[in-house]
C-alpha cells in the first residue's frame, strides 16, 4: 500500500492519493478514507455519503473486474468547490464496466460529473487499464 498528500501550486486545492491491493477487502479501508478527506475537507454530511456510496460503487465494480495481482489506485482532490475523485485499476475484461446498468445510474445521480476512460489492452499489465473520474461539487445539496 502507497499513500501521498500534496498541496497544489495555487494552495487552494489539495490531492490525497492511495494505491492498494485490488481485493473486496480493502474496500471498508476506501470507504473511511473517502469519509475522512470529505469531511477534513468540509463537506456537508449529505455529500460525504454521495461522495463515499459513489467511490464505494466504482471501487467494487473495479476490483470485481480487475486482473489477477493488480491494484486499485484512488485519488481525491479537492478545493473550494468541489471534490474530484479518479479511481483506476487494470481490468481483465473489456467490457468490465457497465455503464448502461442500474448502478451507473445511481452513481449519475450521486455525482455532478462522472466518466470512464479503458485503454487498450496493455501486454505489460495483462488488462485494460481503466480509469473512472467523478466529482461532487460542495454546497449542491443544498440548491433549491
Known amino acids: 500500500m502507497s499513500e501521498w498528500t500534496s498541496e497544489t501550486d495555487t494552495d487552494t486545492a489539495t490531492a490525497i492519493g492511495i494505491r492498494i491491493p485490488a481485493d473486496l477487502g480493502q474496500l471498508t479501508m476506501l470507504r473511511a478514507l473517502a469519509e475522512t478527506v470529505a469531511l477534513i475537507a468540509d463537506f456537508a454530511l449529505d455529500e460525504v455519503t454521495d461522495i463515499r456510496v459513489a467511490l ?3 471501487a467494487t465494480a473495479l476490483i470485481v473486474a480487475a486482473a489477477p495481482g493488480s491494484t486499485i ?5 479537492y478545493d473550494d468547490e468541489s471534490m474530484r475523485v479518479r479511481v483506476s485499476a487494470v481490468a481483465a475484461d473489456e467490457d468490465a464496466l457497465d455503464e448502461t446498468g442500474f448502478s451507473w445510474h445511481v452513481l ?3 455525482t455532478e460529473t462522472i466518466v470512464a ?3 487498450p ?4 499489465t495483462n488488462g485494460y487499464p481503466t480509469v473512472v473520474e467523478f466529482s461532487r461539487l ?3 445539496a443544498d440548491v433549491g
Not at 73 to 77: N, R
Request: a negative charge; charged letters at 45%; hydrophobic letters at 25%.
Open 117 to 119: 476512460h479503458r485503454s
Open 73 to 77: 489506485g484512488c485519488e481525491f482532490d
Open 56 to 58: 464505494d460503487e466504482v
Open 138 to 140: 460542495r454546497g449542491d
Open 108 to 110: 449519475e445521480t450521486l
Open 121 to 124: 489492452f496493455d501486454i505489460s
